[in-house]
């Protein structure tokens, strides 16, 4: 049986971080706590987030859902640790454009694993799986701001 | 009996392939396709009749109110009301149940009343009775379920007492398949001297419904889901109750008299079809109805129950499949597999040209009863045959394997 089409969304990778999550629990001391739901599919998630002097020093999230949306949010959380909080925005925008097919800035961040989350785009019923704890993190960080 | 492959030659969409295969669709718990008969009664309307009801002198506005209200007529006799004055064009189940909530339920519920309703129940069914108990002080209750998702009379007696005054519960479970029984609950709701609700979006389009013998207050159906276009739905409600309750909406169409600072309504059924109403809606609705009616509602309960009871045998021999629901159901299978989450398995599925629904399938409280965040569900219509359910079958087992690989 060829599973072709298949491979191009589920990559090596992905499934690799589906099966052995990075990040997976909770945060102690984390400075935010944010939930997120996709209302439409029922995939939910809370991203843990630890915030010192501008910059992520640790992420987690624990949360259910399939395997393209828990790969990404493993993804997510190894790929802004260490970030300033306005460069993780920023790469949150880049993913963002990755999703919606549109062309993306590859040489501002190492992408590392996130690129192959590529295929997604390829399934538009599937991008707000992957987007799901990118949107939790802006969700934070902008709430924040307001505060 | 009928004949499966005469009918699919009537649904244009079914004839094309998705994703280079030949598209099985097993999604008709959430909309069914058109027959052909339908789509060109839509289009007939458009192209010949269109104009606006119960107002233009001219020719074109008698045939439309004649189309209009014809499809009132037949509505009626498919679900054997007494009278058309008893049905209300809505835009579907969701309008018709929010009708007899804000309608009925504010002008009639207080501090101390009860509203009983399932944990089966879609939002739909759900919702609009949480907002009106918030509203009016009264409070929400609920059925509770059987282990295999079905409900026991004994349960609806201890739950509905003297303080209800409304019972809504959906007649067939569009996650479970449970086909719940509305005239004993109705029974038990009326020697209550409460009202009797029916949600009958997922059992109008499968079977006979006789409102008179269901005894029930209110009664609402959606038109898509039953071969009908979009957009339009239908509330039924006994006479006397419809004629106390208030309209919903305000505006054209609904009134007798406006003054500055009064107006009066017209009566049954117009005064709850405020603005200009879903007409080629309904003349779709009508030639679905035409449709159904000539297939037979006996014959299609009987070869969407003989469908699922495959797919359940079928499903069966899958390991580390779980199936939710009664043994005894409507056309809807809804299963998890260990190894696939429902989403992933609905993207295996689509790349074989098979349509299924992956989610909590609007039905939020029932996820958290199953004690899952999602189901995947299969779910029959006249038109699906047994090689649809291979079809599918034989897409789960690719999916495993796809999966299971990974693990």
């Not at chain 1, 052995?20 to 939910?44: A, Q, S, V, W, Y």
């Not at chain 2, 699919?8 to 030949?22: A, C, D, M, T």
């Not at chain 2, 169409?253 to 049954?268: A, F, N, P, Q, R």
């Amino acid at each position: 049986m060829s599973f072709n089409n298949l491979d191009q969304l589920y990559r090596q990778v992905i499934m690799d971080h589906y099966k052995n999550p990075r990040n997976k629990g909770e945060l102690e001391g984390n400075d935010l706590k944010i939930n997120m739901n996709n209302p439409t599919c029922g995939d939910t998630i809370q991203l843990q987030l630890k915030v010192d002097d501008g910059k992520i020093s640790d992420a987690k999230f624990i949360g259910e859902g399939c395997s393209i949306s828990l790969a990404s949010a493993s993804m997510m959380t190894q790929s802004v640790k260490g970030l300033e909080v306005d460069q993780a925005m920023k790469l949150s925008g880049i993913f963002s454009d990755m999703m919606q097919g549109k062309e993306y800035d590859e040489e501002e961040f190492d992408l590392g694993d996130i690129e192959a989350l590529q295929g997604v785009s390829k399934f538009p019923a599937r991008i707000k799986c992957a987007t799901l704890s990118w949107k939790a993190m802006e969700k934070g960080f902008k709430e924040q701001g307001e505060a | 009996m009928m004949n499966v492959q005469d009918i699919r030659k009537q649904f244009p969409i079914l004839h094309q392939e998705v994703n280079g295969k030949p598209l099985v669709y097993l999604d008709s718990a959430a909309t069914s396709q058109k027959p052909a008969q339908v789509i060109d009664a839509v289009e007939r309307y458009y192209k010949e009749i269109n104009s606006n009801v119960h107002r233009g002198v001219h020719t074109l506005g008698t045939h439309a109110t004649d189309a209009y209200e014809g499809a009132r007529e037949k509505v009626r006799e498919f679900i054997h009301a007494s009278s058309t004055e008893e049905i209300i064009f809505t835009r579907g189940t969701t309008t018709a149940l929010n009708i007899v909530a804000s309608s009925y339920g504010r002008a009639n519920l207080q501090e101390g009343d009860e509203v009983v309703i399932t944990p089966m129940e879609h939002h739909s069914n759900i919702i609009p009775w949480q907002q009106v108990v918030k509203a009016t002080g009264a409070t929400l209750k609920y059925i509770p379920l059987q282990p295999d998702g079905t409900i026991a009379l004994e349960d609806v007696e201890k739950t509905v007492t003297e303080n209800t005054k409304i019972v809504s519960v959906m007649q067939v479970s569009n996650v479970l398949g449970t086909i719940n029984p509305i005239k004993e609950i109705a029974a038990i709701a009326h020697q209550n001297g409460a009202v009797m609700v029916v949600d009958g979006a997922q059992s109008t389009p499968h079977m006979k419904i006789d409102v008179e013998d269901l005894d029930c207050d209110f009664f609402a159906l959606s038109g898509h889901k039953m071969c009908g276009p979009t957009g339009i739905g239908v509330l039924y409600g006994k006479r006397q109750l419809l004629e106390e309750m208030d309209p919903f909406e305000f505006g054209g169409e609904m009134i007798d008299y406006v003054g500055l600072y009064d107006s009066t309504w017209k009566d049954l059924p117009w005064k709850f079809e405020g603005g200009t109403p879903i007409i080629a809606g309904a003349v779709g609705l009508g030639a679905a109805i035409d449709f159904l009616n000539e297939v037979g509602m006996d014959n299609i309960q009987q070869h969407e129950s003989h469908l699922a009871k495959y797919a359940m045998e079928q499903l069966s021999t899958i390991e580390g499949v779980t199936i939710y629901g009664p043994e005894k159901r409507a056309g809807v299978v809804t299963f998890n597999s260990d190894e696939v989450h429902p989403h992933d398995l609905a993207t295996v599925l689509d790349t074989e040209g098979i349509a299924v629904r992956a989610g909590h399938h609007c039905a939020q409280p029932l996820m958290k009863w199953l004690e899952v965040s999602a189901t995947a569900r299969a779910s029959f219509y006249l038109y699906n045959t047994e090689e649809d359910v291979d079809t599918f079958v034989a897409g789960l087992r690719k999916a495993k394997e796809f999966f299971g690989n990974v693990f």
